[in-house]
Nanobody, 122 residues
Framework: QVQLVESGGGLAQAGGSLRLSCAAS????????MGWFRQAPGKERELVAG???????VYADSVKGRFTISRDNAKNTVSLQMNSLKPEDTAVYYC????????????????WGKGTLVTVSS
């Protein structure tokens, strides 16, 4: 059974940092794009960042320069370092795995985690 399990969410103050992690199991994800989406209250789910098997990345314009995505293919994990957090970063963050960065840009994802809540206070 394929599972993506997120951890690291919580409460942070504006300007602070959080690190999200996602552990994948049930298959090898080394050839998959892995990454993060988020959904804020009353808004649609949106791409935050994705990373391909060889390190190619995509970021939402709103997080460029503040968030950094990384992965460990040997451990089947992907992480998201979030710095300079803003109240508008408050959302449920979902780990995801898909076939290509183009697919990620279209939210065409094969696997989803259940999400972890990030709350940023002003």
């Amino acid at each position: 059974q394929v599972q993506l399990v997120e951890s690291g969410g919580g409460l942070a103050q504006a300007g602070g940092s959080l690190r999200l992690s996602c552990a994948a199991s049930g298959r090898t994800f080394s050839s998959y794009v892995m990454g993060w989406f988020r959904q804020a209250p009353g808004k649609e789910r949106e791409l935050v960042a994705g990373i391909s098997w060889n390190g190619g990345t995509v970021y939402a314009d709103s997080v460029k320069g503040r968030f950094t995505i990384s992965r460990d293919n040997a451990k089947n994990t992907v992480s998201l370092q979030m710095n300079s957090l803003k109240p508008e970063d408050t959302a449920v963050y979902y780990c995801a795995a898909g076939r290509s960065l183009q697919d990620f840009l279209s939210s065409n994802v094969d696997y989803w985690g259940k999400g972890t809540l990030v709350t940023v206070s002003s």
